[in-house]
């Protein structure tokens, strides 16, 4: 660029270069592959002290901005994976509309914010080829830096399912990757299995729809001619292996599951805290 970084200043036009170039491939990339594109412009924020990236309405115009901070001297703007892993949360918020939880008979239902999230990484991964996101933003959580998630190791469903939106959301990103990283599929076909499994999510989607939507899609691209009988049965033993092909709300103790249940104490209901998922 012709700007040299400088990731500790809130003056630095840099980020705002860096951002603008990932934006505008990510949305060039949607709109020739989908034909998704919002309707109108779309503001990207930079230069503010928050150790943090994310997408939402800051201005209350009714309009979706992404927006990236920075703490230090890591700038969350100088991260391509991240850039498009907010971008696409604006894709999903358009075609879902996710409300931010639900419920069932087991109490509340998480799934929409771990599949919101997960399908962020999902098509952050699919444009690098790499199983770790935010190798450089990671840089401001720990010293010794990392990625912010690495969906390389398998995770299972309902077992790896934690009440956390990010957390539960690496089941659905490391069935990606693992789809991307088979030779059979790779990741264009990934990107459009999980687009049209997500064109078809109801606001309140849960895990079990998600799962079906993906075999759903390979059915799609197997009867349109884009994927062939050996891809649709990949997918299938991949989605079976991860348990996404019928994922349920109980854990099966007697197999030797050890869930873990993430607590939330609301500050009104200080002494009642709520269970946030399995």
């Known amino acids: 660029w012709l700007y040299t970084p400088e990731a ?6 840099f980020a705002e270069v860096n951002m603008y170039h990932h934006l505008d491939f990510i949305h060039g990339w949607f709109d020739e592959r989908y ?3 919002h309707p109108g412009s779309m503001e990207g924020i930079v230069n503010f002290d928050t150790a943090n990236a994310f997408f939402g309405d800051f201005d209350g115009d009714g309009v979706g901005e992404v927006a990236f901070g920075q703490r230090g001297n890591v700038d969350f703007a100088y991260d391509a994976d991240v850039i498009y892993h907010e971008f696409m ?3 999903f918020g358009s075609i879902v509309n996710p409300g931010f939880f639900d419920s069932d008979e087991f109490g509340i239902q998480w799934a929409a914010g771990g599949l919101n999230e997960g399908s962020a990484d999902v098509m952050s991964i699919v444009q690098t080829g790499d199983p770790r996101l935010g190798e450089y933003a990671g840089g401001v959580f720990s010293a010794s830096g990392g990625p912010v998630r690495d969906l390389e190791a398998d995770r299972m469903c309902p077992a790896d399912l934690y009440g956390e939106s990010h957390r539960d959301g ?3 990103g490391s069935f990606a990757w693992n789809l991307i990283d088979d030779p059979l599929i790779g990741a264009e076909l990934t990107a459009d299995l999980f ?9 309140d989607v849960n895990w079990e729809f998600a799962g079906g939507a993906v075999l759903a899609a390979a059915d799609e691209l197997l009867a349109a001619g884009a994927m ?6 990949r997918v299938q033993a991949l989605a079976e292996a991860q348990g996404l092909d019928a994922c349920g709300r109980v854990v099966r103790l007697d197999e030797g ?4 249940q993430m607590m ?4 009104f209901f200080a002494d009642t805290p709520i269970p946030l998922g399995q």
């Open 8 to 13: 500790g200043s809130f003056e630095d036009p």
């Open 35 to 37: 034909g998704f594109r």
């Open 89 to 91: 949360h604006s894709v």
């Open 170 to 172: 690496e089941v659905w």
């Open 195 to 203: 687009y049209g499994a997500i064109t078809t999510f109801p606001s």
């Open 228 to 233: 062939d009988s050996a891809q649709r049965d």
């Open 257 to 260: 599951a050890e869930p873990l």
């Open 264 to 267: 939330l104490s609301i500050g």
